[in-house]
């Protein structure tokens, strides 16, 4: 079964660039949509971004000019980066399957535990 | 973006009440809706997709139901481990869009 476990730093200074990995195991990187999520502590849930099996990506308007996902296929990860990062950028960082049916019926599963980040110099 | 309105927002009940949550999509979205639930400091495990199928291996007393705009979540009997937070997912539109969350707590 595929799982999924985020990695990277937990502090990340004000108007630097916010860096995380996701690896994937159990699972190919070429075989299905990959997503990122984010949660500030105490409120809800907000959709980053995917990246498809074709390497194609799409963001939320409200951060796409500071995102970037991408894959590295030799690693079977996938990666996050947020540029000029603020106090509000402050989250846990979620990743997640993207999983797309024959139906075009689509949900995230399964999610990795997840990786709190906090922005603060 | 697509707004989605969960109500309540708070919910108070008893191990073996029968509770409904509710999600309004602020367009249509035909069943292209997700249920999730959140315990805390964990990450959302899925409930239920396309609005009323249940993942697998995830108890039969949660059960959705609705289409277009109206849609819920329905617990038949509650059990201690369901006290947690509920959100709604909307995957017919991009940005994908949650609602903002119905914590049910142990009355």
């Known amino acids: 079964q595929v799982q999924l476990q985020e990695s990277g730093p937990g502090l990340v200074k004000p108007s630097e660039t916010l860096s995380l990995t996701c690896t994937v195991s159990?699972?190919?990187?070429?075989?299905?949509?990959w997503t990122w999520i984010r949660q500030p502590p105490g409120k809800g849930l907000e959709w980053i971004g995917y990246i498809d099996n074709s390497w194609i990506t799409n963001y939320n308007p409200s951060l796409k000019s500071r995102v970037t996902i991408s894959v590295d296929t030799s690693k079977n990860h996938f990666s996050l980066k947020l540029s000029s990062v603020t106090a509000a950028d402050t989250a846990v960082y979620y990743c997640?399957?993207?999983?797309?049916?024959?139906?075009?019926?689509?949900?995230?599963?399964?999610w990795g535990q997840g990786t709190l980040v906090t922005v603060s110099s | 973006d697509i707004h989605l309105t969960q109500s309540p927002s708070f919910l108070s009940a008893s191990v073996g009440d029968r509770v409904t949550i509710t999600c309004r999509a602020s367009q249509g979205i035909s069943s292209y809706l997700a249920w999730y639930q959140q315990k805390p400091g964990k990450a959302p495990k899925l409930l239920i997709y396309?609005?009323?199928t249940l993942q697998s291996g995830v108890p039969s007393r949660f059960s959705g139901s609705g289409s277009g705009t109206e849609f819920t979540l329905t617990i038949s009997s509650l059990q201690p481990e369901d006290f947690a937070t509920y959100y709604c997912q909307q995957l017919n539109n991009y940005p994908r869009t949650f609602g903002q969350g119905t914590k049910l707590e142990i009355k």
């Open positions: 396309a609005a009323s």
């Open positions: 997640a399957r993207f999983f797309y049916s024959n139906s075009r019926h689509n949900w995230f599963d399964p």
């Open positions: 159990g699972g190919s990187l070429s075989s299905y949509y």
